[in-house]
Structures are given as structure tokens and as C-alpha cells.
């Protein structure tokens, strides 16, 4: 049999509205008890962060104020290395006196030296380019441009560079021996001396009316880089005087 309401429809939405009113209310505590919670959680850990921060501030602080003392000493140790490398082109060439005690010290006594010319020569190979186009010739004037603001001793180094780079340290030898032998093995020592790049007989004859056959000869030697050029040696100056001594030992 089948149940007949005779109830308006708005009694029937009324009694609905009131069943469903106790899961409203607690759908809205449930939600607002989540947010509570989460609330709760995220002051906890900013204050659980704040406390972390206060720890590592100290190290932080430490750390900057060591990282800035690293970069003044880099600053320093930069400058001092450019000073460095200025005061090390300046023994370049070689003394004249260290080039004289080379050539005198293997010197036979069947060898008389009538003269000795040190002389600075342009390379006969160069390798310096010249920029052509007109890109290069910005590039060039942008990079020189670069070095006005560069420290003083680096402008002082690229310009003697600039200079000297080309230009290579030349001993004109002109004399007279008793012993063609001797001649060459003179010449064969100073080829192989650390000093030297070779040793070149330009010239030699023999003069007439000298008894014994004297041969007058002329000779070119072509002198090493000094320490801070481009093709200059590597090893420590104090490590080649010890070489140089042994050396000077042997021959004794």
C-alpha cells in the first residue's frame, strides 16, 4: 500500500535542511580544527628556523669576513706576481759581464779573441703578426684601451714586451787560432752552453807569412731569451748557477 504526504513541500526542504545541519557544523569544526593545527605547525617551525638562524649567523658572519680576507690577499698576491714578472723581464737580456765570463772561461790558449761586439738584432723570423681587418684593429685598440686601466707594473711589462719580444741578444766574435781543431771545439762548447742558441763560423783563412799556419776566423753567436720572456728559460736562476758551477768544475 502506498503512503500518500499530504505536507507541503517546503515542510519536507525544512526537515531535510534540519537533518543536515549537525554534518554542516561538524564538517566546519573539522575544517577549522585542520587549519588550527596547521597554523600551530607552521609558527612552531618558523620559530624552529629562527632558532637555527640565530646558530649559523655567527658562522655566516665568520665566513664573509674570511671570504673577504681571501680576496685581499688574492688582490695582493696578483699585484705581487705582476711585480714579480716586471722585476724578472728586467734581467732580460743577460748581463754583459755573465756573457763575457761564458766566452772567456772555454777560451784555449791557442785561441786569441782581437774582437767582441754584443749587440741587440732584430729576429730574422719574428712571430708577430700584424692585424689586417678591421675587426682585429678594434680588438687591438679595445685591448690597449683595457691596459690603460691596467696596474702600472702590467703596462710597464706590456709595453717593454711590445719592445724587446723582437729583438735578440747577438756576439760578433772576430780572432785568430794556431789549431783549426781547437777552433771548432771552442765554438762546439759555446754552442751547447745554456746561454747560448749556436754557435756559427762565419768565416776563416788561413794568413800567409804566419809561421804554423795562424787561421784568422770570424764568428756569430746567438744568444738564449733571459728569464720572463716569451721563449725564456724556466729553470730558477739559482738551480742554473748551481748547473754552471758543476760545470765549471768539470772543466778544472
Not at 12 to 17: F, L
Not at 30 to 40: C, D, I, R, T, Y
Not at 169 to 180: M, P, Y
Not at 225 to 245: I, W
Amino acid at each position: 500500500m502506498q503512503n500518500i504526504d499530504f505536507l507541503p513541500t517546503h515542510y519536507r526542504q525544512q526537515a531535510a535542511q534540519r537533518q543536515s545541519k549537525p554534518w554542516r557544523v561538524a564538517v566546519i569544526a573539522v575544517f577549522v580544527a585542520v587549519l588550527a593545527a596547521a597554523s600551530l605547525s607552521q609558527t612552531y617551525g618558523m620559530r624552529q628556523v629562527k632558532a637555527e638562524l640565530s646558530l649559523l649567523e655567527p658562522t655566516y658572519q665568520t665566513a664573509q669576513q674570511q671570504n673577504q680576507a681571501l680576496q685581499k690577499v688574492q688582490a695582493e698576491l696578483k699585484n705581487t706576481r705582476d711585480v714579480a714578472e716586471l722585476y724578472t723581464y728586467l734581467q732580460h737580456p743577460w748581463p754583459r759581464t755573465q756573457l763575457l765570463a761564458a766566452l772567456l772561461r772555454p777560451l784555449p790558449p791557442q785561441i786569441t779573441l782581437e774582437q767582441l761586439q754584443i749587440t741587440r738584432e732584430t729576429l730574422r723570423n719574428p712571430n708577430v703578426k700584424q692585424p689586417k681587418t678591421a675587426s682585429a684593429l678594434a680588438r687591438r685598440r679595445e685591448s690597449e684601451k683595457d691596459l690603460t686601466q691596467a696596474p702600472l707594473a702590467v703596462q710597464d711589462l706590456k709595453s717593454m714586451r711590445a719592445q724587446f719580444d723582437t729583438m735578440q741578444t747577438v756576439i760578433h766574435l772576430k780572432g785568430i787560432s794556431t789549431e783549426a781543431s781547437a777552433l771548432h771545439k771552442y765554438l762546439g762548447q759555446l754552442g751547447k752552453l745554456d746561454l747560448m742558441q749556436k754557435a756559427e763560423l762565419d768565416s776563416s783563412q788561413v794568413l800567409e807569412g804566419e809561421q804554423g799556419g795562424v787561421i784568422q776566423f770570424e764568428a756569430t753567436l746567438f744568444v738564449r731569451p733571459g728569464y720572463g720572456h716569451a721563449k725564456g728559460p724556466r729553470t730558477p736562476p739559482h738551480k742554473n748557477l748551481a748547473h754552471t758551477r758543476s760545470q765549471d768544475r768539470r772543466d778544472d
